[in-house]
């Protein structure tokens, strides 16, 4: 059972846009620790998507997008593209440790 | 350039111990707060213990009492030893370059993997 809440999956054709929302509580986001979001492709090890809410790092297309309010956060992916399947996970801080979301599936079709 | 290469993973029974390493270059780890994240087969990823600079540790309740991070400075690596180990704390261990208590994972290794059988 992961500390923050994402949906399994989520899909869409090439071009289209998805939200992948997250979900916490008053002792994690809610409590104003910043979200930070993550791609994960087959067999590799994550890598930071965004950072600071909505922060893109060099490198990342502005394709990707992130928000904060209350006790979620939002990734919207627009334009997607067939490189953009992957894993996404979410991010943020509780009782000194970093956790995460469970991780949502992204399906272009 | 930033690089960290763990290693230390195995095959081990229920009860046993291992140590897992990740070597970095390209930064200081005694400089950085470092992080041990697990992603057991399948699963999503879970913070398992992180280091501070100034040398706090903190652990996962699941892990707490069994598994210890350290550093060695001169060698510039980073440490988890696991003892105890259970079925449920089979997994890829990752290490990862930490930007601070409620930041970003900013790099991360290649993982390692610790299967726990008989």
């Known amino acids: 059972q992961s500390v923050l809440t994402q949906p399994p999956s989520v899909s869409g054709a090439p071009g289209q846009r998805v939200t992948i929302s997250c979900t916490g509580s008053s002792s994690n986001i809610g409590a104003g620790y910043d979200v930070h979001w993550y791609q994960q492709l087959p067999g590799t090890a994550p890598k930071v998507l965004i950072y600071g809410n909505s922060n893109r790092p060099s490198g990342v297309p502005d394709r990707f997008s992130g928000s904060k309010s209350g006790t979620s956060a939002s990734l919207a992916i627009t334009g997607l593209q067939a490189e953009d399947e992957a894993d996404y996970y979410c991010q943020s801080y509780d009782s000194s440790l970093k956790v995460f979301g469970g991780g949502t599936k992204l399906t272009v079709l | 350039e930033v690089q960290l290469v763990e290693s230390g993973g195995g095959l081990v029974q229920p009860g046993g111990s291992l140590r897992l390493s990740c070597a970095a270059s390209?930064?200081?780890?005694?400089?950085?707060?470092m992080s041990w994240v697990r992603q057991a087969p399948g699963k999503g990823l879970e913070g398992v213990s992180v280091?501070?600079?100034?040398?706090?540790?903190y652990y996962a309740d699941s892990v707490k009492g069994r598994f210890t991070i350290s550093r060695d400075n001169s060698k510039n690596t980073l440490y988890l030893q696991m003892n105890s180990l259970r079925a449920e704390d089979t997994a890829i261990y990752y290490c990862a370059r930490d930007q601070g208590i409620d930041q970003w994972l900013v790099n991360w290794g290649q993982g390692t993997l610790v299967t726990v059988s008989s």
């Open positions: 280091i501070y600079s100034g040398g706090s540790t």
């Open positions: 390209g930064f200081t780890v005694s400089s950085n707060y």
